[in-house]
C-alpha cells in the first residue's frame, strides 16, 4: 500500500484537529500537502474537520494537486458553511482563467457541483466561457457542467441559454465533447420531461456514430441510449446504422456490449430481409457468451437480459447450451439464473446432455439448489411432451439415492408431471410410494398424498398408506390435512367400501376435532355430498383438472417488449416495467437550521465527541428500569384516604378491597397538546373490573388540558342489578401533589348503564416522594360501598412536564448535569424518522410541545447533537436534562439519548427510562 494509504486506517483521536490546523497553516508546501492529504482521509472516513474550513481553503494558492484537495473539501463542506463558501468565489472565478486547461476545467466543475445558489449565480460566466473554449477537456466539463447546474437552478440553465450551447456541441471535433454534450441533453431531457431537447435526425445520428469510435466506454454508452430511442425512416438507414455499431460487440465493457444489442434488436424488424436479421442473430450470441466470463454479479445481470431475449430469439443459444452449464464456484443466485435459461433452451437434440447435467446437479451437497434442479427437470417435462418419458426416467433413477430433501422435491415434481399427463407414467407412483418414509416437507407430503389419491384405485397400497396418514394427522399441518381429506374421498369414490373406514376417520376429525376453519368446512362440504350419493361426490372430486402452464415466459406479450427496449437496464434486471424505475431527481431546498447563537458551544466540555469518527459512533444497549413503584396497603389505607369512619368497619376484609395495581391508565398526555380542550370522556383503559369493584367497573384516562390543569375522566358501567348513586372519590398523598379541585359529581347509573365523568386535578397538595409514582385512588358509592385501585403516574409522565417553563439556562443546566454521577446517567437507543433526522428546527418545536425544551444545540458536529431540558410541575421541582444524538447521515436510523434528573436515586431510573421513551415516540 502506498504510504498515503495509512492516513485511511487511522482512527480518530483527541487533537487531531489541532494538529490538522497547524499543518494546514504551516510554513512548508510538503507539511501544507501533507495536511491536505490528512484532512480530505478523514473526511473520507466520515470524521467532521468541517471546522478546518478557512483554513483550507487558504491553501488554494498552491499546486494542481493542492488545489484538487481543497476543491474536494469545498465541495463535500461548501453545503454546511454556505456564507464561508461565497469567500471562495473569487479563486475560482480566477482558476476559470488560468492558462492550464485543467484547472479551468477543475473551477468550472467544482462550482458546479457546489448546490448553492450563492454559488450559481457566478458561475455563468465562466460557465459561457468554458463551453466555447479552445481546449476540448475544458469544453467536456463544462458540458456535464451544464447539467449539474440544470439540477440545481434549472431556471438560470434556461434563461442563460445554455441548453442552445450544448446543442451546438453537438457537432463538436472532439469526440468526448459530443459524447459528454449527449449525456448533458440526454439527462436534462429526462429532468424536464421533454424528450425533444436532445435532436435526433437523420443528418445528427451519424456525428454520433462518427463519435462511438474514438469517445470512452461511458461515452459510448450514452450515445448508444441516445440513438436508441431514434427510428429510422428507411430500410437502408437501420442498415447503415447497425454495421456502424456492431463493431463493438466485441467492446469489452459488459454494458457497451449490452447497450448495443439493445440497439441492434431495436432495429432488427426495420431490417429489408430475414437472412440479415439471422445474420445479426449469429453475430450477436458469441459476445452475449463472453458475458459468462465476468464476476457473479456481472453474470446474473447478464442473464436476466438473456432471459428477455431468448423470449423473441429462441435460437440464440441454440448452438451454445453447454455455456450455461453451472459450475461449481458460481453462487446460487447465478446458478439459479443458468438453470432458468437451461430449460427454456432444451430440446430433443440436446436433451439428453442437459437431463445427465441435471442429474448431477440433484446431487449436489447445496440441497436448496438441488432441489431446484429438480424442478428444472419437471419443467422440462411439462414443456416438451416428447421428453416427458426420459424425464420421469431421471426421476426414478434420483429416487433410488434415497436422500430426503431430493425425494421429497421429486414428489412435488412427479405431482405436476402426472396432472400434465393423466394416466401415464403410473409405474413410477409405487416407486415413490416405497420411499414415502423419507417425506418430511409438509409441501411434498400434500403432493405425495396427491399422488395417491388420485391413483388410489390403481394403487393396491393406498387404503392402507391414508390409514398410518390418519392416524399421525393430529401432527400434520393445515394443508396436508386438508389433501388428506380429499384423497380419502377419492379413495373412497375409486376403491369402495375398502375405503370407507379411514374416509369416515377423517371426516369425523374434520368436523369435530379439527380447529381449522377451512379443514372444518372442507368435512362438512364432503359430508353432505356423499349425502347425495357416491355418484355426486365423484363428479366433484374427480373433475377434470385445470392445465399445467408451460408457457416458456410468465411476462406478458407487451411488457416483453418494452423490457426489450430497455436491455442493460434495472427494469431488465427485476423484469419490472421501465416507468416503475423512472423518476426526476430532486434537490432538497438547501436551508440552514443552525442556531448560530449556540450551535458551535462546546455546552458540557464534549468536544473529543466531535473528533471521533462517524463510522466508529455506536450506541450502548438499553437500560432497564423498573415502570412502576408500588407498595402494599393494609387495612389502615382507608383511614389514610377518606379521613377514618366507624361503619367502615363493617367492610369486607382487605384482601376483597385490594388496591388494582395490574391496570393502569393510558399515556395521553402525549397526544393532547397544551391548552387543547379534550370533549370526549370516552375512555377505554381498564383501571378496575367490575368483580373487583363490587359490580363498578371503571375505565378511564388522565389528559392535561392547560398547564397545572388535569382531569381524571373515568367511564364507570354498573353491572349489578340494582342502581348505583352517592358517589365520592379521594386520593391517597402522592409524589405531584395531585389532589381534587371539585368533589366528585353525585351520579345515579340504573342496572347495565354507564355514566362518564370528569375529575378536576389540581397540583399544589401535599407531595410525598415515599410513595414513588403511585397514585391510590378510592371511590365510594352505594350500595357498592369502597372500591381502590392505583394509577401508574409513570406511564402519564408527559401529562406533568411544564409546557411554560421554558428551557433552562445554560450555566444552570450545565451546574445541574455536573452534579449527578456519571453512573445515574441513563442511556437508550432511539429510532429517528427519516423527516425528523437532521431537521433540528422541526424537532425543538415538536418538543418544545411536549414540555421539553432545547438548551442548546450542535448542527455542525457529526452526528448532531442537541441538549434538552424538561421541568415537572407541582412541588416536587424536578428536572431532566437530556443529551440527543441524532443519526449521523439522513433517513430513518438509529440515534442515542443520554439522561439525568434530580431526583432521588430510586425514582430516578424508571422516571428516566420512561422520559427517553417518551422523546423516541415523538421522533418516530
Not at 106 to 120: F, G, Q
Not at 304 to 332: G, M, Q
Not at 528 to 547: C, F, I, M
Not at 686 to 692: G, K, N, R
Request: charged share 20%.
Amino acid at each position: 500500500m502506498a504510504p498515503d494509504g495509512r492516513m485511511f486506517q487511522t482512527g480518530g483521536r483527541k487533537g487531531e484537529l489541532h494538529d490538522l490546523r497547524q499543518g494546514l497553516n504551516a510554513t512548508t508546501t510538503k507539511e501544507r500537502k501533507n495536511a491536505l492529504k490528512r484532512t480530505v482521509a478523514a473526511m473520507t472516513l466520515g470524521r467532521d474537520v468541517s471546522s478546518l474550513f478557512t483554513d483550507v481553503v487558504k491553501n488554494t494558492a498552491g499546486d494542481i494537486s493542492m488545489k484538487k484537495l481543497v476543491y474536494l473539501y469545498i465541495i463535500n463542506y461548501a453545503q454546511s458553511k454556505p456564507d464561508l463558501s461565497i469567500l471562495i468565489v473569487n479563486t475560482f472565478i480566477k482558476d476559470a482563467k488560468d492558462h492550464n486547461p485543467l484547472i479551468r476545467a477543475l473551477a468550472i466543475r467544482t462550482m458546479a457541483l457546489i448546490p448553492l445558489e450563492k454559488i450559481t449565480e457566478y458561475l455563468c460566466d465562466p460557465l459561457h466561457a468554458a463551453l466555447h473554449d479552445a481546449d476540448p477537456y475544458v469544453r467536456k466539463t463544462a458540458a456535464v457542467c451544464v447539467a449539474k447546474l440544470y439540477d440545481t437552478n434549472p431556471t438560470l440553465a434556461v434563461s442563460e441559454g445554455f441548453i442552445d450551447e450544448l446543442r451546438q456541441l453537438l457537432a463538436d471535433g472532439n469526440p468526448m465533447t459530443v459524447s459528454n454534450a449527449v449525456a448533458a441533453l440526454s439527462e436534462i431531457a429526462e429532468a424536464s420531461n421533454n424528450p425533444n431537447l436532445l435532436p435526433l435526425s437523420a443528418q445528427t445520428i451519424p456525428r454520433f456514430l462518427s463519435a462511438l469510435s474514438e469517445c470512452t466506454e461511458w461515452g459510448q454508452i450514452c450515445i448508444l441510449d441516445a440513438i436508441g430511442s431514434y427510428t429510422p425512416t428507411t430500410s437502408d438507414e437501420a442498415d447503415q446504422m447497425v454495421e456502424r455499431i456492431v463493431p463493438r460487440l466485441q467492446h469489452a465493457n459488459p454494458a457497451v456490449v449490452l447497450a448495443v444489442v439493445r440497439v441492434i434488436v431495436r432495429l432488427m424488424p426495420l431490417l429489408d430481409s430475414q437472412e440479415k436479421r439471422d445474420f445479426l442473430v449469429k453475430k450477436m450470441s458469441a459476445p452475449l457468451i463472453s458475458l459468462l466470463t465476468t464476476p457473479p454479479e456481472l453474470q446474473f445481470v447478464a442473464l436476466r437480459n438473456f432471459s428477455l431475449l431468448i423470449t423473441d430469439y429462441p435460437h440464440l443459444f441454440s448452438n451454445d447450451v453447454r455455456a450455461f452449464f453451472v459450475s461449481y464456484a458460481d453462487p446460487l443466485y447465478v446458478k439459479t439464473e443458468k438453470l432458468n435459461i437451461l430449460v427454456r433452451l432444451t430440446d430433443e437434440a440436446n436433451a439428453e446432455d442437459v437431463l445427465a447435467e441435471m442429474v448431477e446437479y440433484s446431487g449436489e451437497v447445496d440441497a436448496q439448489f438441488a432441489q431446484k434442479a429438480v424442478a428444472s427437470i419437471s419443467q422440462i417435462a411439462v414443456r416438451l411432451p416428447q421428453l416427458s418419458g426420459q424425464c420421469v426416467n431421471v426421476f426414478s433413477d434420483i429416487l433410488k439415492r434415497q436422500m430426503p430433501h431430493i425425494t421429497g422435491e421429486v414428489a412435488i415434481a412427479l405431482k405436476d408431471v402426472l396432472r400434465c399427463y393423466p394416466r401415464q407414467f403410473e409405474e413410477i407412483v409405487p416407486q415413490l410410494c416405497q420411499y414415502s418414509e423419507l417425506i418430511e416437507d409438509p409441501n411434498a407430503k400434500s403432493a405425495l398424498v396427491w399422488i395417491i389419491g388420485e391413483h388410489a384405485d390403481r394403487l393396491p397400497s393406498a387404503v392402507s398408506m391414508l390409514n398410518v396418514i390418519v392416524d399421525g394427522i393430529h401432527e400434520e399441518t393445515i394443508n396436508v390435512q386438508q389433501q388428506v381429506l380429499t384423497a380419502c374421498l377419492k379413495a373412497f369414490v375409486l376403491c369402495g367400501p375398502e375405503a370407507q373406514a379411514v374416509t369416515k376417520r377423517m371426516i369425523t376429525y374434520a368436523t369435530e376435532e379439527s380447529e381449522s376453519i377451512d379443514l372444518r368446512d372442507r368435512g362438512f362440504i364432503y359430508q353432505r355430498l356423499l349425502e347425495h350419493g357416491v355418484e355426486t361426490a365423484q363428479k366433484v372430486v374427480l373433475s377434470n383438472k385445470v392445465g399445467i402452464d408451460h408457457s416458456q415466459s410468465r411476462i406478458p406479450a407487451d411488457l416483453s417488449k418494452k423490457l426489450l427496449d430497455s436491455l442493460s437496464s434495472v427494469a431488465s434486471v427485476y423484469h419490472q416495467s421501465p416507468h416503475l424505475f423512472q423518476g426526476v431527481r430532486k434537490r432538497m431546498p438547501i436551508t440552514s437550521e443552525v442556531d448560530e447563537s449556540m450551535a458551535e458551544e462546546d455546552l458540557l466540555g464534549l468536544e473529543p465527541t466531535v473528533e471521533e469518527p462517524g463510522e466508529n459512533f455506536t450506541h450502548p444497549a438499553i437500560t432497564d428500569g423498573s415502570s412502576s413503584v408500588s407498595k402494599p396497603v393494609g387495612d389502615s389505607l382507608l383511614d389514610d384516604i377518606l379521613g377514618g369512619s366507624s361503619d367502615l368497619r363493617a367492610l369486607p376484609p382487605p384482601s376483597q378491597n385490594k388496591i388494582n395495581t395490574g391496570r393502569s391508565l393510558s399515556l395521553e398526555g402525549l397526544l393532547n397538546p397544551p391548552n387543547k380542550s379534550i370533549h370526549s370522556s370516552e375512555a377505554n383503559d381498564m383501571l378496575l373490573s367490575a368483580e373487583e369493584g363490587n359490580g363498578l367497573s371503571i375505565h378511564g384516562q388522565l389528559v392535561a388540558r392547560t398547564t397545572n390543569s388535569l382531569f381524571l375522566l373515568l367511564k364507570l358501567h354498573n353491572v349489578g342489578q340494582s342502581p348505583t348513586c352517592d358517589f365520592a372519590i379521594q386520593l391517597n398523598t402522592n409524589c405531584f401533589a395531585l389532589k381534587l379541585a371539585a368533589p366528585m359529581d353525585n351520579i345515579n347509573i340504573p342496572p347495565g348503564k354507564s355514566a362518564s365523568i370528569e375529575v378536576p386535578l389540581h397540583v399544589d397538595g401535599e407531595a410525598d416522594e415515599a410513595k414513588g409514582f403511585e397514585l391510590q385512588v378510592a371511590i365510594k358509592f352505594s350500595p357498592g360501598g369502597i372500591v381502590y385501585f392505583a394509577v401508574d403516574l409513570l406511564k402519564h409522565l408527559s401529562v406533568f412536564m411544564d409546557r411554560k417553563s421554558g428551557p433552562m439556562e445554560k450555566p444552570s443546566y450545565l451546574e445541574a448535569w455536573r452534579k449527578v454521577p456519571d453512573y445515574a446517567e441513563l442511556s437508550t437507543t432511539i429510532n429517528v424518522n427519516s423527516d425528523m433526522a437532521n431537521a433540528l428546527g422541526r424537532i425543538s418545536e415538536t418538543f418544545a410541545s411536549a414540555g421539553i425544551f432545547t438548551v442548546a444545540k450542535r448542527a455542525h458536529v457529526k452526528p448532531p447533537v442537541m441538549y434538552l431540558s424538561s421541568r415537572f410541575i407541582g412541588p416536587l421541582n424536578c428536572v431532566i436534562m437530556a443529551e440527543l444524538t441524532l443519526p449521523l447521515d439522513r433517513g430513518t436510523g438509529v440515534g442515542k439519548i443520554s439522561s439525568r434528573s434530580t431526583l432521588p436515586a430510586e425514582m430516578s431510573k424508571p422516571a428516566l427510562t420512561r422520559f427517553n421513551t417518551i422523546c423516541g415516540e415523538l421522533l418516530r
